[in-house]
């Protein structure tokens, strides 16, 4: 791809998905403008640039608009594929990373809008089989990838590590709803290490100050 | 294992023709294994995918890959020089074409499964109307990506004709069995024509499930949907 002149990311603060764009172009240390927007009053722009999901976040680069927060993180990858690569190089390794990324969206994602979305007991039980989804999460990235290094997939920050770390304030977010602790460092030790270290990345560290943006947790703070 | 490349597959399933229609497309040699999966799942099949339990799951040199969407991916990293891409190698089209994909799984093929599982008119009604609604959407996307060419992919089938081309025998089947119009020739006229095309693919034909004994299949489906409802 030739050389790309414009970057703008269309997000919205509290939006963990939003978050992972803007770790993933800090790590590749891309140039980006930054719109938030108004979810309750959505803008034409974004209707026009997202008209299938009128949501956040939308990347556009040069003018073309790309939707879906994982198909954003690989596009990202792709384009600025020299500066810390998301993604291992054996195919094998990259279909098992591409495989724990979809069972983020595919459990998570919904365990999350059950948690939010229930109440009482109902709650509860969605609570524990969030739980149960994460150590899923964590016996399969043991298995499957885990190095011995803080970060999921290498000593550097990867794809899953960028996916958890975005979503780490909603975690915090849809624990303090179901009133326990969803990630324990005990249990996900794997997932909790990956998460203190990506905090303490300079190049995550210094987001705060750019865009309006809450800060990420302090280490293990879920 | 006997040959470098298996397929744990199931005759019926969409899924799997996306990857069986990849292999041929890359003239890949692999040994077929249908999988049983009402009850007793194989050992190799709950071994190689033991968190979704489902197929398709391609084993190649014993390591498994699951997920139609990741198959395809690694298909394309490991047998690059075989064939024509199944992805477009442009990032933005690629991507284009992922969103899409993601679509079709997320929000097209539930429809249709809707439509196969509705008990009340008023869940049929709501599941056709998503359907068709996403057959609008991927009328234009065919129109905007193809730019005039044979298939959304462009002269060669690609990525996202393949994921949507698996699904058309469901399609007809569950408009038998509903008695609707999905894939109409009036509103559709660009996808009807590319669905043409798309099935006189040699490889698609001499892949492509029966219709008749996918109906039948269809009905199992339905029956055993409404037997679990039920308990």
Redesign the interface.
């Known amino acids: ?1 030739e050389e790309v002149k414009e970057v703008k990311l269309h997000g919205y603060v509290k939006s963990g998905y939003s978050t992972m764009v803007h770790y993933a172009l800090r790590l590749k240390g891309v140039c980006y403008e930054y719109v938030e927007e108004d979810l309750k009053n959505k803008s034409e722009e974004l209707l026009s640039l997202n008209p ?1 999901y009128k949501k956040v976040p939308v990347l556009v ?1 040069d003018g ?1 608009p ?3 927060s ?3 993180l ?2 990202v990858d ?2 600025w594929k020299d500066n810390n690569p998301f993604l291992p190089q054996d ?2 390794e ?2 098992k990373v ?2 724990w990324a ?2 983020f969206y595919q459990k998570l994602v919904p365990g999350g809008y059950a948690i939010r979305n229930s109440e009482g007991e109902a709650r509860k039980k969605a609570a524990e089989e969030f739980v149960d989804s994460l150590i ?1 999460l964590e016996e ?1 990235l043991r298995k499957d990838l885990y190095t011995g290094v803080p970060f999921i997939h290498g000593e550097r920050p990867g794809l899953l590590d960028v996916i958890l770390s975005g979503s780490h304030s909603t975690f915090n977010y849809l624990g303090g709803l179901a009133g326990v602790k969803l990630l324990e460092k005990e249990r996900m030790p794997i997932l909790c290490s990956s998460l203190d270290a990506f905090v303490e990345l300079d190049a995550i560290k210094s987001m705060a100050q750019d865009f309006k943006i809450p800060k990420p947790p302090a280490p293990s703070a879920a | 294992m006997a040959k470098e490349v298996n397929l744990l597959g199931l005759w019926a399933s969409p899924f799997v023709l996306r990857v069986q229609i990849a292999l041929e497309l890359k003239g890949v040699s692999y040994e077929y294994l249908e999988q049983q999966l009402w009850e007793n799942k194989s050992e190799l099949l709950l071994r190689s995918n033991p968190v979704y339990k489902r197929v398709p799951v391609l084993i190649h040199k014993d390591q498994p890959i699951c997920e139609s969407a990741i198959i395809l991916q690694y298909m394309d990293e490991v047998w690059g020089a075989c064939g024509p891409a199944i992805l477009p190698s442009d990032p933005y089209e690629r991507a284009i074409a992922c969103f899409w994909v993601s679509y079709i799984d997320d929000k097209f093929g539930p429809s249709l499964v809707g439509l196969i599982r509705g008990k009340t008119d008023e869940e049929n009604a709501a599941a056709a109307e998503q359907a068709i609604l996403g057959l609008e959407l991927l009328e234009e996307a065919y129109e905007k990506s193809s730019r005039g060419k044979r298939f959304f992919g462009g002269d060669d089938v690609g990525y996202l004709d393949i994921v949507l081309g698996s699904s058309l025998r469901w399609i007809e089947v569950i408009e038998i069995m509903r008695g609707i119009k999905l894939l109409d020739n009036a509103k559709f006229p660009l996808l009807m024509a590319w669905a043409e095309r798309f099935r006189a693919a040699a490889v698609v034909k001499k892949l492509m499930p029966e219709a008749g004994k996918l109906m039948e299949y269809a009905k199992e489906v339905q029956a055993r949907m409404n037997a679990a409802a039920a308990n």
Do not use: D, N, S, W
């Open positions: 791809m299938v680069v073309r790309i939707a879906e994982l198909i954003i690989e596009f792709e384009v195919p094998y990259r279909a591409r495989f979809q069972f899923i399969g």
